[in-house]
């Protein structure tokens, strides 16, 4: 076994996923994985909004969720203006359960873009800055009659229903209201998307939305009794997904039942959300399509249906969550303990501990899920180690980036920049092992700001009443 010698690692570092090639320059910053205005500066240190992370990390500490403000703005515009030119006003909601905070929110309302909520929290903060209820949808496979009143009373444009129960909590509600509140019926249309399982949605055996033949017999139903306004048939497949061939199959799917409903009940129903669900770049492995070519996509894939159906094409909405936020965040560490590790062949991997670890990023332990990371506080010409960059805590499982190529001389204290971390960080972020969930730091035009603030032990004792 060969140590951490003089601040630099030795050794045959060589192992990794095929696909994971050590780079001609560890220092570059591959523009697909971050966001816009990320960039090295003249001293090697990367910026954000023109701010180094040194200053960040010196003025808010680290573990640290930073958010390119600017970029995100650019996800909803060109999301905004792809859909609403080829499917019109409206037609792009916001997955909010990907990232919300009152910040972000507003983001959403100033853009001109829609919002998604799943629980009674999430419509909370929509309400909390005004968001109109009119340009809301409700999800949520469990939604309690608190919610569900919640949302009534706020107005929320769609309620998409989910199962039986929640058609028969609701129209009890509504008659007690004194409102007919527009619905939309969550399908789930058998399509297997090729991601992982827990993030797979449209297939029978799971618990998200009614069978197409449930969601007929719920059509029928919500037609005849008339209390609930039935806008139309949704479908959401998964998320993470990159081939369009799913959202064909899930689209004629959905559609067939959308033409039979017309046929039968004699009413077109005059909307289809098709969900979200699309990728983004984690590491060079991935590559999303354009807001304009997924419009584009579906747009066509959606007109040679109803062509064949010999229908009009009904309003599409779609409900983009990573493919907006995602990219727009990296979370920023200091590395602390460095470890190299000798595997079977004799090959080492070098583990650089970090301030944080799966209590901010649950995605690599529970998905497998591939993220990529770059020493941000420096450059550095050391000859390339395989490593793969751990948390702090108790848990062998508590891997952040599986595999990366960081320089050799990578040391306590350099700061380590981990992109694509704005989608399911935060939102899934735990408290495991009492560690306080970090905060989320906005940059734009060179000022930095707390959207959300970090939790501290103090917090957590708070909780705890003994
Ligand atoms: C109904 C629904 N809409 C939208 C989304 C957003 O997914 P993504 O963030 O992958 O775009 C999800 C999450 O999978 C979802 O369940
Ligand atoms: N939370 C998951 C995706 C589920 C999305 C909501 N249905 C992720 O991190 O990828």
Redesign the pocket.
Same mark, same amino acid.
């Given at each position: 076994m060969r140590s951490h010698e003089a601040g630099a690692l030795h050794g045959d570092f060589g192992h990794g996923p095929s696909w994971l090639r050590p780079p001609t320059d560890v220092n570059d910053l591959l523009p697909q994985l971050w966001a816009s205005t990320v960039e090295r500066d003249a001293g090697g240190v990367v910026n954000v909004g023109g701010i180094s992370v040194v200053d960040l990390a010196a003025e808010f500490g680290t573990p640290i969720y930073v958010v390119d403000e600017t970029d995100f703005r650019e996800r909803l515009a060109a999301f905004k203006s792809a859909f609403f030119d080829r499917f019109g006003q409206g037609s792009v %909601?916001y997955?909010g359960?990907?990232f919300l905070c009152k910040a972000v929110a507003r983001w959403v309302d100033e853009s001109g873009v829609n919002l998604?909520v799943?629980t009674g929290g999430e419509l909370a903060v929509a309400l909390a800055v005004g968001m109109p209820g009119e340009r809301l949808a409700f &999800?949520g496979n469990n939604k309690s009659e608190v919610e569900l009143a919640a949302a009534l009373d706020a107005g929320v444009g769609r309620i998409?229903l989910d199962s039986f129960d929640e058609i028969g909590r609701l129209t009890v509600l509504a008659r007690q209201h004194g409102v007919r509140p527009k619905v939309l019926i969550?399908t789930k249309v058998g399509v297997e998307a090729h991601t992982h399982e827990y993030?797979a949605?449209a297939h029978e055996d799971q618990k998200?939305g009614l069978s197409l033949a449930e969601a007929s017999m719920a059509a029928d139903q919500i037609i005849a009794e008339g209390v609930l306004d039935l806008a139309g048939l &949704?479908s &959401?497949i998964?998320?993470?997904?990159f081939d369009t061939t799913a959202f064909e199959v899930a689209a004629k799917r959905v559609l067939g039942l959308h033409h039979r409903i017309a046929a039968t009940n004699s009413v077109t129903l005059p909307e289809l959300g098709l969900?979200?669900?699309?990728?983004m770049a984690y590491t060079t492995q991935d590559d999303p399509q354009s807001p304009e070519r997924l419009a584009d996509g579906l747009a066509k894939i959606v007109e040679h249906e109803c062509a064949a159906y010999g229908i009009d094409v009904p309003h599409i909405s779609v409900?983009?969550?990573?493919?907006?936020?995602?990219p727009t965040t990296f979370t920023l560490y200091t590395a602390g303990t460095i470890k190299p590790v000798e595997l079977d062949a004799g090959q080492l991997r070098c583990y650089v501990s970090v301030d944080g670890g799966m209590s901010d990023n649950m995605r690599t332990a529970l998905y497998n899920a591939s993220y990529s990371a770059t020493l941000a506080s420096r450059v550095s010409d050391a000859a390339p180690v395989l490593a793969r960059i751990v948390g702090k805590h108790c848990e062998s499982g508590d891997i952040v980036v599986r595999d990366e190529f960081l320089p050799g001389d990578v040391a306590p204290g350099d700061l380590l920049a981990v992109p694509g971390t704005g989608? %399911?960080c935060r939102s899934m972020a735990s408290n495991y092992n009492h560690v306080p969930r970090p905060a989320v730091i906005a940059v734009a035009d060179g000022a930095a700001r707390v959207i959300v603030r970090g939790e501290t032990v103090d917090d957590l004792l708070r909780l705890d009443v003994g």
């Open positions: %909601y997955a359960k990907a998604d799943c &999800h998409v969550r993030i949605t998200f &949704h &959401h998964g998320s993470q997904i969900g979200g669900g699309f990728g409900e983009p969550g990573r493919a907006i936020c995602g989608a %399911y």
